[in-house]
């Protein structure tokens, strides 16, 4: 008899032991999960930014050898007070350090810590947008309840500026002649921007016309290296991607050096970046979007190498949307819906998993 009851006990154990192993659904909004990061992999092919590992768990109070690089970085991006990108740098942690940290990490929805956890400094070594954070570049911050119960992230250049014409908006963009990169076919290009100025569009009473006059058009796109006329230079492979400006200005710029990719499947590069994502996130510039903290949205400053992400988020929409107002031929609310079934489906995944959890735990009680 002991015997039975031992082997039953044994297969409930192990029955107990799949289902709390068991993964959970996947409750994400039109957006690609993100690529795996680690402190060490992203520095490989380029030396835009050199290798932060040394400064894993720095804290106020520690000398570490590149802190004062790591300072003007954050200096770069707006996460130290202005003119400090060009100032003499230490590389002391100090108090206005822990404090750059501790504003880098909330504005990234990172844990914060004021240290230079994995975490952080992952996300650091990540291929990013070149337009700064938290001001720098001048974005002013929104925070408001959204129908679908979620706080919004979004931000905008300062003073929120858009463009401005009499109805219908239409604006012409350009992709230069001239300013490309040879492995990738002009039609090829101009295919994966009309892609994603057509993703705008149809959530914004804005219209996009592409023209081949490139010095009239309002838009104008191109590759470039390092410094290229507008004061930003470029910096190398997997460092800054690209930049724009905010409107009316309408230059968006892409680093050539980088391995731009149109197909994933087909591109063999662990380098490679995504040029419909930059495509995207960039078009957001153009139009008055700053970065959102949202990791999920199109307008999170930062993107993985190889990762796909040019789907706009709830977060994305709802901020050109209160630039431009909403397209009369285009619903949130199917988003919204979207994602509250996503979120029923997992709670009820959980409960159910619980109750089974407790038969079974009352089961191996009585036998033992």
């Known amino acids: 008899m002991l015997p039975c009851r031992a082997r039953l006990v044994s297969v409930l154990l192990l029955f107990l032991l799949a289902l709390l192993r068991r993964p959970l659904p996947v409750a994400c909004l039109h957006v690609a999960a993100d690529a795996p990061l680690t402190a060490t992999e992203h520095r490989q092919d380029g030396a835009a930014w050199r290798s932060f590992q040394q400064l894993l768990d720095a804290r106020r ?52 810590t004021g240290q230079l956890d994995s975490a952080t400094l992952d996300r650091i070594m990540a291929p990013r947008c070149g337009v700064g954070d938290n001001g720098h570049g001048a974005t002013a911050s929104v925070s408001l309840a959204t129908a679908g119960g979620a706080v919004s992230r979004f931000t905008f250049f300062k003073g929120e500026p858009r463009w401005t014409q009499p109805d219908p908006l239409v604006l012409t963009y350009a992709i230069s002649p001239t300013a490309t990169v040879d492995y990738l076919p002009p039609e090829t290009v101009r295919t994966v921007f ?49 930049h724009a400006f905010s409107p009316r200005n309408g230059r968006l710029h892409l680093d050539a050096a980088e391995r731009w990719a149109v197909d994933m499947d087909a591109e063999t590069a662990h380098s490679a970046v995504d040029l419909e994502s930059v495509a995207t996130h960039e078009i957001g510039h153009v139009l008055g979007l700053g970065h959102s903290s949202s990791p999920k949205a199109v307008m999170y400053p930062s993107l993985s190498p190889r ?60 036998l033992l």
């Open 194 to 242: 009309r892609r994603a100025f057509a993703r705008w569009a149809r959530v914004i009473p804005v219209g996009f016309a592409e023209t081949d006059d490139y010095d009239a058009a309002d838009i104008r796109v191109g590759f470039y290296v390092g410094g290229h006329g507008d004061g930003i230079p470029f910096d190398g492979p997997l460092g800054v991607l690209g």
């Open 307 to 366: 990762q796909k992400k040019a789907e706009l988020t709830v977060d994305d929409i709802e901020g050109v949307q209160w630039l431009y107002g909403p397209n009369p031929g285009f619903s949130l609310s199917s988003l919204y819906q979207q994602d509250s079934s996503m979120a029923t489906g997992t709670s009820s995944w959980l409960a159910g998993s619980a109750s089974l959890v407790s038969a079974v735990l009352v089961i191996l009680v009585t």
């Open 61 to 112: 109070g520690s000398r570490v050898a590149g802190l004062s690089e790591l300072k003007r970085y954050l200096a770069r991006f707006g996460y130290m007070p202005a003119g400090a990108e060009h100032e003499p740098a230490t590389d002391a942690f100090d108090a206005h350090m822990e404090a750059a940290v501790r504003r880098y990490q909330s504005a990234l929805s990172l844990p914060v």
